[in-house]
Nanobody, 126 residues
Framework: QVQLVESGGGLVLPGASLKLSCAVSGRTLSRVTLAWVRQAPGKDREFVAALRWGTDTYHADSVRGRFSVSKDSAKSTVYLQMNSLKPEDTAIYSC????????????????????WGQGTQVTVSS
């Protein structure tokens, strides 16, 4: 079982940047597909970005060019760098993982992930 702990959320102004961290234990980053997922108030969970087996990255259209996913294998941590934040980015951000090497068409399907972190709140407001 993969354990996940997120950190780095907070309150920021529109246009600001924030970097979220997801500490991973129970599996090496090269053998896990990890996704960042967000849920805004009153809305369904939404795929944001993913890192597949430590190499392949995926980003939702709504964040491409502003958000980027990366890793530090030595720290067993996956990051979500968020730039040019907008009020509509306000949500609870969680990381989710599966030990399976998902194919591309599966990466954005949230039901494919079986381990979830507790989430961290990101609020973008003036």
């Amino acid at each position: 079982q993969v354990q996940l702990v997120e950190s780095g959320g907070g309150l920021v102004l529109p246009g600001a940047s924030l970097k979220l961290s997801c500490a991973v234990s129970g599996r090496t980053l090269s053998r896990v597909t990890l996704a960042w997922v967000r849920q805004a108030p009153g809305k369904d969970r939404e795929f944001v970005a993913a890192l597949r087996w430590g190499t392949d990255t995926y980003h939702a259209d709504s964040v491409r060019g502003r958000f980027s996913v990366s890793k530090d294998s030595a720290k067993s941590t996956v990051y979500l760098q968020m730039n040019s934040l907008k009020p509509e980015d306000t949500a609870i951000y969680s990381c989710a993982a599966t030990p399976r090497r998902l194919i591309t068409s599966q990466v954005r399907a949230l039901y494919e992930y079986d381990s979830w972190g507790q989430g961290t709140q990101v609020t973008v407001s003036s």
